[in-house]
């Protein structure tokens, strides 16, 4: 049986392994989930809140446990680890909350003596593909409202991070998750990941991931008409006017790009500076970058880790030495941290519109920043890119807020705000960001098939 070597980006020394799933494994892991539908799905609503209120706590409880080695395997900082799983289990708490909320639409004499109603009826088996940089968060944004609708949930776990999530699904099955309701199965996306999307008895795909692999999982989930949310690429701009908080706004901008060693989707990873300001912007940016302690995911005193792979450091050098532009903070691999995939934060000003820091998506602790004239040039740019997922503008005028959140072509803006993503707002991307929501009520809709029903009185 093939396995996955689960190594540690801080050491680059291996961890862990487990068996990598099979086609028969997903064949079997389907099937039971299917079984399983039939009586989760008609409990009510209220019983399976009861359900994902007691995975909230037993997750909440474990939080302790788990960080360690959500650490281990994807190199993040203790801080940045707590963070992730105490926002996990707060989405599942979320969706226990909606369960009461759920109405069922009427309508009273559609016609003469004939009533309407739309009800919301589960999908089936739904598909759950994680990627790395959150193995957690980005899982329970899925699994909340499938499971609170009705759905049954088989989850694929990235092939370097399944180890967090195994533990959850033996935590979860200990809180009462019925056998079959969830289950996770860790595997290549080539193997693992593709028979699961072309499975027959799979009705929803829920992926996030790169765009091209985005890309590729549509057009399998194509076959059998599945449903399909795709939460995939970003390079989200930051525009800051001069009228705008500075040293708050230069804040926001370090913190959005180095957490997570700048691997988020939601990411700030262009930033635009009215020219009057830019200077203190840039100075302001950079001290930040350069006081950030780089270090070992476990060592308490470390405030950026490690990239996930040798890979995708490759990669941020990579865009980084195609961009031109002037260094300001950083630019290279950190001394004494020679075993693990670590960089610098890193402050670029002015590299080239049409470079790799431009128009490619930097899944790593590199900040690109661009002086402009204007609101006209700033909003230019930002649009600018194949990608829409988030975005920020910081200014204290109402008119240029209200201007960038119309404008500016993604699902989310921020408003003189950090990148905090709400479960109470529905979250999704445009363009080669991806479609679909996740987050809100407004979740409900892409695990849920809406049935009329007609009903004559007489």
């Known amino acids: 049986m093939t396995s996955l070597e689960i190594v540690n980006p801080g050491t680059g020394e291996p961890v862990a392994s487990v068996p990598a799933a099979t086609p028969e494994d997903v064949d079997r892991a389907v099937g039971a989930a299917h079984a399983a539908q039939r009586d989760w799905g008609r409990l009510g609503y209220a019983d399976r809140g009861k359900v994902l209120h007691a995975m909230a706590e037993a997750?909440?409880?474990?939080?302790?446990?788990?960080?360690?080695?959500?650490?281990?395997?994807?190199?993040?900082?203790?801080?940045?680890?707590?963070?992730?799983?105490?926002?996990?289990a707060?989405?599942?708490?979320?969706?226990?909350?909606?369960s009461r909320q759920v109405r069922a639409v009427s309508i009273h004499n559609v016609d003469t003596d004939v009533d309407g109603r739309v009800l919301r009826r589960p999908l089936g088996v739904v598909a759950a593909i994680v990627p790395w940089n959150f193995p957690t968060t980005l899982l329970c944004n899925k699994l909340g409202p499938a499971l609170l609708c009705g759905?049954?949930?088989?989850?694929?776990?990235?092939?370097s991070t399944p180890l967090t999530t195994l533990r959850l699904g033996e935590i979860f099955a200990e809180a009462g998750v019925p056998e079959g309701v969830f289950t996770v199965l860790p595997g290549?996306?080539?193997?693992?990941?593709?028979?699961?999307?072309?499975?027959?008895?799979?009705?929803?795909?829920?992926?996030?991931?790169?765009?091209?692999?985005?890309?590729r999982v549509a057009a399998l989930a194509a076959v059998g008409s599945k449903r399909v949310t795709l939460e995939l690429g970003g390079s989200d701009p930051m525009i800051i006017c001069d009228d705008a908080d500075l040293k708050s706004a230069a804040s926001a901008a370090a913190m959005g790009r180095f957490y997570n060693c700048g691997q988020a989707c939601l990411a700030i990873k262009r930033l635009y500076v009215f020219d009057s300001v830019a200077d203190e912007i840039i100075e302001a940016v950079a001290a930040k970058a350069k006081r950030l302690r780089v270090g070992l995911g476990d060592d308490p005193n470390s405030q950026m880790g490690p990239l996930h792979s040798a890979k995708q450091r490759d990669q941020l050098e990579r865009q980084i030495a195609e961009s031109g532009g002037e260094v300001v903070a950083g630019g290279g691999r950190p001394d004494g941290l020679d075993?693990?995939?670590?960089?610098?934060?890193?402050?670029?000003?002015?590299?080239?519109?049409?470079s790799p820091m431009a128009v490619e998506e930097v899944f790593g602790p590199a900040l690109p920043i661009w002086r402009v004239r204007d609101l006209d040039e700033a909003i230019e740019l930002a649009n600018a890119s194949p990608f829409g997922l988030g975005s920020s503008v910081w200014t204290s005028d109402l008119r240029r807020a209200e201007r960038a959140a119309t404008e500016l072509d993604c699902g989310y803006t921020?408003?003189?705000?950090?990148?905090?993503?709400?479960?109470?707002?529905?979250?999704?991307?445009?363009?080669?960001?991806?479609?679909?929501?996740?987050?809100?009520?407004?979740a409900l809709d892409y695990y849920t098939d809406q049935k009329s029903v007609v009903v004559r009185r007489s």
Not at 62 to 71: A, F, Q, R, S, Y
């Open 188 to 215: 290549t996306g080539a193997v693992a990941g593709e028979a699961l999307v072309r499975h027959p008895l799979v009705r929803k795909v829920a992926f996030t991931g790169s765009t091209p692999v985005g890309e």
């Open 90 to 98: 707060d989405t599942l708490e979320h969706y226990a909350g909606l």
């Open 339 to 354: 075993r693990g995939w670590f960089h610098e934060p890193t402050v670029v000003v002015e590299p080239r519109k049409d």
């Open 59 to 88: 997750f909440e409880a474990h939080v302790d446990e788990l960080t360690p080695i959500l650490v281990r395997e994807q190199g993040k900082t203790i801080r940045e680890a707590k963070i992730e799983l105490r926002k996990a």
């Open 151 to 159: 759905n049954t949930v088989v989850a694929k776990p990235a092939d």
């Open 414 to 442: 921020w408003v003189n705000s950090r990148t905090k993503v709400y479960d109470e707002l529905p979250f999704g991307g445009l363009k080669a960001s991806g479609y679909g929501k996740e987050h809100g009520s407004e």
